[in-house]
């Protein structure tokens, strides 16, 4: 299906430009965004790509990640049947899972990376897109946040009285959504159209090594040196939390964004803590994960260019203005508000877009409008869904990719009527 897409965005924006005489601006657009996918997202991933994968190696050695997917089995079970309970893809998954609901986006991606990387070693079919792999994207493509971080932080710029009271919206809309795609993804693999195709030559293979392998044991001293850690990072989050400007803020919301603030720092510094109590070696281990980052970064380059660069040359074009005007009026009449039709257009495609637009969208409304609230809950309940599927497929080399992209479609709507329900609901005086 991408295929499809990516060919209408780029034959449409090239007509529409000779049409509006915007060709100038189409070509200019397209060498832009071929700038900002190498230069701007792959070259800086890497770095932070070697820091994760190397931390995730030290996870793999010491058993934390079997802990994790031991830990969390029977919900993984059921939406992962084809990965085996014991699989690194597990633990892995759940990490990106968890990092994606803190906000903390760059520890979500490289780990998502790694998780799709261990899903692609079950793959029996290279360049397709297995059933396990739909279903991570999908639950990827509509993220569950506990705080959008980005959007809260743009509402309060524009002086909103309250910037933090559409958390409890966006976070419906992103549950909506999230369950929206686990049912879409798991009724698309059924269809005809989206089988599998046969299995040529070896199939991929995993023998799980627990009854050989004895996993890793704490020293006798290990737990105790943990318990300090950790309650080492109790009592800065205690710190965090008591600062003048977070006790104006709701319990709820002063915990979570602690919790944020903390995650990273704790992750960096109790993943190698772990490893060396359980005499991993970890400056050789880490180093080992960490070489995997550049090669991924380098490989999801050309997906980015051909991704971004179509989005840029449609927008460039006026696509999405020109899409606007003629579906604008038909969701007026289901009292859809036009003004949001420009942001949810751009909410799957283009992170950096949707920003600037709902920016836009708060200068014009005001910051504590209706339409400005319900912008700010389709920016916390929605993803980018486009570039994640290329992100992610990129990085194991998947062109075939089935069902996921229509399941994150199907997520995307979701979560746009869920955040306009729940604001008139909520918000509507």
């Known amino acids: 299906m991408l295929n499809y897409i990516w060919l209408s965005l780029v034959v449409m924006a090239v007509l529409m430009g000779g049409v509006s005489g915007r060709l100038q601006e ?11 996918a190498v230069m701007g997202i792959a070259l800086p991933l890497a770095g ?38 014991e699989h690194p893809a597990m633990g892995t998954m759940v990490m990106n899972i968890a990092a994606n609901m803190l906000g903390l986006s760059n520890a979500a991606t490289p780990l998502g990376l790694r998780a799709m990387q261990d899903l692609d070693k ?14 991570f994207l999908a639950i990827n493509t509509a993220s569950v946040q506990l705080i959008p971080a980005t959007t809260v932080a743009i509402l309060a710029a524009a002086g909103a009285k309250n910037p933090t009271q559409i958390i409890g919206t966006a976070f419906f809309a992103s549950c909506c959504s999230t ?5 879409a993804v798991k009724f698309f693999e059924r269809l005809p159209m989206f089988a599998l195709p046969p299995v040529e030559g070896v199939s991929a293979e995993y023998v799980a090594e627990t009854g050989e392998r004895q996993a890793p044991r704490l020293v006798w001293w290990g ?11 109790v009592f800065f989050g205690w710190q965090h939390a008591a600062l ?19 995650a990273i720092p704790f992750l960096v ?27 991924v970064a380098i490989r999801i380059i050309p997906y980015l260019v051909a991704i971004i660069s179509a989005v840029a040359m449609f927008r460039a074009a006026g696509g999405i203005d020109l899409i606007t005007k003629a579906i604008g009026p038909i969701l007026a009449g289901v009292s859809f508000p036009s003004e949001l039709l420009p942001l949810a257009l751009m909410r799957p495609l283009s992170g950096s877009g949707a920003t600037g637009l709902f920016a836009e969208l708060v200068k014009v409304q005001g910051p504590d409008s209706l339409i400005s609230q319900m912008g700010a809950t389709i920016m916390g309940g929605t993803e980018t869904t486009f570039y994640v599927l290329a992100v992610y497929f990129g990085s ?15 997520a995307d709507v979701a979560g746009v009527t869920a955040a306009v329900v729940i604001c008139n609901l909520v918000f509507a005086r």
């Open 269 to 295: 510094g109790f993943f190698p803590l772990y490893a060396a109590l359980c005499r991993v070696k970890v400056y050789e281990e880490f180093v080992e994960g960490a070489k995997e980052g550049f090669q």
């Open 48 to 85: 932070v790509m070697a820091l994760w994968l190397g931390l995730m190696k030290l996870a793999e050695k010491s058993g934390l990640v079997e802990i994790l997917a031991r830990a969390l089995r029977p919900i993984l079970k059921w939406l992962f049947p084809d990965v085996p309970a």
């Open 122 to 135: 079950l793959n029996p079919r290279p360049g397709t897109a297995s059933n396990a792999m739909c279903t």
């Open 223 to 233: 737990t105790y040196a943990l318990l300090v850690f950790a309650a080492a990072f």
């Open 244 to 262: 003048p400007e977070q006790l104006a803020r709701q319990p709820l919301v002063r915990f979570v964004e602690a919790v944020s603030y903390l």
């Open 26 to 36: 189409v070509s200019g657009a397209a060498f832009e965004a071929c700038k900002t």
């Open 179 to 183: 369950l929206t795609a686990i049912l």
């Open 396 to 410: 194991v080399a998947v062109r075939r990719t089935r069902h996921a992209v229509p399941a994150g479609l199907c």
